[in-house]
């Protein structure tokens, strides 16, 4: 089976920098996806990672450790418009291109 | 924009009714997926269709019926459904390239959903 745990909520402060954590136990491997949502929209892709490191993007940056099943979006620099859920999500071996989602984890980013 | 609609946006149906969720990408992408999003639960994989033939059906209901007419097209055919099946409902589309085990990431292009109410 597959097992993606994140927090359920978190609360920062504009221009701060936050750390979104996710951890999973899945029977395959093959990719790390992290998505944001804002309130009633379709979700959008942030970053990819399927080797242990750092990715940057901007202000988000993703970071992966396989040995530990671990990974993190970092958000830098916080605006409001950064509030919104993030969703990890993890791509398993088996060929085809299926994700398997955490709950999410709604970032409310605060004055 | 993300090349991937959905209509209709609400849907509110009495569990006798039978509709038909749409999805349509302009993407040019060969797979196609429908999720369950409810509160508080993670999405849910419904269905994979890949180069119009499914290949992925995750223990759904039959009174959820998928139907791929071609790759730009996907439909979910509700049929005498429950109050429990109300949630959101997002369709996504992606390339799917390469021989087994050999992936790009091939990131997954998501529609903004159909809200659906089961009364």
């Known amino acids: 089976g597959q097992n993606i745990d994140q927090p359920t909520e978190m609360t920062a402060t504009e221009g701060a920098i936050v750390q979104i954590n996710c951890t999973y136990q899945?029977?395959?491997?093959?990719?790390l996806f992290w998505y944001q949502q804002h309130a009633g929209e379709a979700p959008t892709f942030l970053s990819y990672n399927v080797l242990d490191g750092l990715e940057e993007k901007g202000r988000f940056s993703s970071f992966l450790s396989r040995s530990k099943g671990y990974s993190y979006l970092l958000l830098k620099e916080l605006q409001m418009k950064d509030s919104a859920s993030y969703l990890c999500?993890?791509?398993?071996?088996?060929?085809?291109?299926?994700?398997?989602f955490g709950t999410g984890t709604r970032l409310t980013v605060i004055p | 924009e993300t090349g991937v609609t959905q209509t209709p946006r609400h849907l509110v149906m009495g569990m006798t009714n039978k509709k038909s969720l749409k999805c349509e990408q302009h993407?040019?992408?060969?797979?196609m997926y429908w999720y369950k999003q409810s509160a508080k639960k993670p999405l849910e994989l419904m269905f994979v269709?890949?180069?119009?033939?499914?290949?992925e059906n995750n223990s759904v209901p039959s009174r959820f019926s998928p139907e791929c007419p071609n790759s730009s097209h996907l439909f979910l055919h509700l049929h005498t459904l429950q109050p429990e099946d109300s949630a959101l409902y997002l369709c996504?589309?992606?390339?799917?390239?390469?021989?087994?085990?050999?992936?790009?990431?091939?990131?997954?292009?998501f529609g903004p959903g159909t809200r659906l109410t089961v009364l």
């Open positions: 269709y890949s180069l119009e033939e499914r290949v």
């Open positions: 999500a993890v791509r398993d071996q088996t060929g085809a291109n299926n994700l398997f």
């Open positions: 993407l040019g992408h060969n797979a």
């Open positions: 996504a589309s992606s390339h799917q390239a390469g021989t087994s085990g050999v992936l790009t990431y091939n990131e997954q292009f």
């Open positions: 899945t029977s395959g491997f093959n990719g």
